[in-house]
């Protein structure tokens, strides 16, 4: 790989980390070619990171990793809209894909570093410029082996745009074809908790569905000293905030893992006015694919028959967002044994649940896969700021880290017949 980028003036890259203790080596003399291009890859991750572009508008971005790409002798085809891309190495009737988000956050960059975001108001602060990076190594690496005719079989490098925003970009991605003879697909997340050099991996449920909710309510105002007039908008506010969360913990398995937590509320302007109209808005998060399923329809007939008694009129929109991300036992055991092989045994943990949301659940729904958390912060270091934080950054070792366990999975995948 030969890329025309550098880091930014001022800013140090270090090679890549070699395999740590107990860990097996890449084939194909890689972890000497990873070594060796590993401040190339730190580069490109500055250049993306001081260049970052929000949900839908990933155009650059796209169009840098197609290039890299291509320099390597791949064939990357941008999507529809140009602001994402796939490309497949190899060949083989099975293929094994791997995922990697590209778009940025609307937060204010606040570090003090050379390659702080240079777009106002527009930061990579949940690691996506990392994602796309180690994808890219990825894709490189095994570029060199399908050069030395050691690739058995293809894979697909999946760069999707959107996946910060709803509706997100991974529908769009699997209409485009992405999933087209897909046997599995794999993904990492940044994840400051563990330091730089660990994993996360888990089976199972990994992150939550992620839906919003809205609750508008009318009837007739009117003065506080004459409620009985009224629906008394602000007391049925205050029943759907306290009494339809209490109520859904009793009316779906506990197991499920379903949280209704409210963000806002708007009613009235005057201490002494009954408002003919408020809102409430909150967002439901929910573990078991089934329960997900149920939610909006149960959601719905809880807050109308709380509201009913208080003569209000409501009106419920519940906003699909995305499904949970349900890791397939087989994809997650080959992952887990891929990064014992890539970092050692004992540096794989076992990941915790999420009620977060990532839209990779759309892959997931379609195809078995996993998704791992990929250690970013700095081992012994006091403070770790956490993803979506205006200050969030990563210790860089973790781009070698992540590029050697996905190679290992993407050569492990190939392998087994499970898929």
């Known amino acids: 790989m030969t890329s025309a980028l550098t880091a930014p003036e001022g800013a140090d890259t270090a ?56 320099v390597a002798g791949l064939s990357p085809q941008l999507l529809p809209k140009g602001n994402g891309l796939i490309c497949d190495i190899g060949q083989g009737d099975r293929v094994i894909a791997f995922r990697a988000d590209l778009d940025a956050l609307p937060l204010q960059d606040t570090k003090d570093v050379p390659y702080r975001s240079t777009v106002e108001k527009v930061a990579h602060a949940c690691g996506h410029d990392v994602h796309t990076t180690v994808l890219l190594g990825l894709g490189l690496a095994l570029a060199q082996l399908n050069e030395q005719g050691e690739l058995p079989g293809r894979v697909r490098l999946i760069f999707q745009p959107a996946e910060e925003c709803v509706p997100s970009g991974a529908p769009e ?12 697909i794999f993904a990492l997340h940044c994840y400051p908790q563990l330091p730089a050099g660990l994993v996360g991996v888990r089976s199972g449920p990994f992150t939550a569905a992620a839906d919003t909710l809205q609750v508008k309510l009318t009837g007739p105002g009117g003065h506080t000293a004459r409620p009985h007039l009224t629906a008394d908008l602000v007391h049925a506010l205050g029943r759907v905030i306290v009494d339809v969360p209490a109520l859904l913990d009793r009316r779906v398995d506990p197991r499920a893992g379903v949280s209704l937590v409210w963000g806002a509320v708007k009613a009235g302007q005057a201490f002494n006015a009954i408002p003919g109209e408020g809102e409430v808005l909150g967002t439901v998060r929910i573990l078991n694919r089934e329960a997900w399923r149920d939610a909006p329809e149960l959601i719905t007939k809880l807050i109308r028959d709380v509201v009913a008694p208080t003569g209000a009129e409501a009106e419920v929109v519940y906003n699909r967002g995305v499904p949970p991300v349900i890791n397939d036992r087989m994809a997650a055991a080959v992952i887990a044994g891929a990064a014992g092989a890539a970092l050692g045994a004992d540096r794989v943990v076992e990941a915790e649940i999420s009620m977060g949301g990532e839209d990779f659940a759309f892959y997931l729904e379609n195809v078995p896969g ?10 012994g270091a006091e403070t770790r700021y956490d993803l979506h934080q205006s200050n969030f950054d990563v210790d860089e070792r973790c781009i070698g880290y992540g590029v050697r366990v996905m190679v290992h999975t993407a050569l492990a995948a190939l392998a087994t017949g499970a898929f």
């Open 15 to 70: 090679p890549f980390p070699g395999p740590p203790p107990g860990a097996e080596p890449l084939p194909g003399q890689l972890d000497r070619w990873l070594a060796s291009r590993g401040a190339e890859l730190v580069a490109i991750r500055r250049h993306i990171h001081a260049h970052p572009e929000p949900s839908n508008a990933e155009f650059e971005t796209a169009a840098l990793i197609a290039r890299e790409l291509a």
């Open 173 to 184: 991605v699997i209409a485009a074809g992405a999933l087209k003879d897909v046997d599995a």
């Open 370 to 379: 996993a998704m791992i958390r990929l250690g970013t912060g700095t081992p």
